[in-house]
């Protein structure tokens, strides 16, 4: 499995961007996605799940203002953060469990300016 995210950048508070992570293989449609992030000097985090059947869950710092989503014909999994704060920076990964694997992407930075 290969995960390929993009979308990341520099914006103000209050402002929004939207992450994108293409996955390879057949199996997207099954597998359990997921968006993390690592703040410098912290530990990397959970923001959000999206389970094969449609099951999502977000982490209370995130919840009202991020959503995730995906596009199985496109094997694509989104993160649409809204209302952006600075303590929203980040690098934010992509993941994907098949198997009981969990597979990494590369990180995109998003840096939130107050």
């Known amino acids: 499995v290969q995960l390929q995210a993009s979308g990341g950048g520099s914006v103000q508070a209050g402002g929004s961007l939207r992450l994108s992570c293409v996955a390879s293989g057949r199996i997207f449609r099954l597998s359990e996605m997921g968006w993390h992030r690592q703040a410098p000097g912290k530990q990397r985090e959970l923001v959000a799940t999206i389970y094969s059947g449609g099951t999502i869950r977000y982490s209370d710092s995130v919840k009202g203002r991020f959503t995730i989503s995906r596009d199985n014909a496109e094997n694509t999994v989104y993160l649409q953060m809204n209302s952006l704060k600075p303590e929203d920076t980040a690098v934010h990964y992509c993941?994907?469990?098949?198997?009981?694997?969990?597979?990494w992407g590369q990180g995109t930075q998003v840096t939130v300016s107050s």
């Open positions: 993941s994907s469990v098949v198997a009981g694997i969990r597979y």
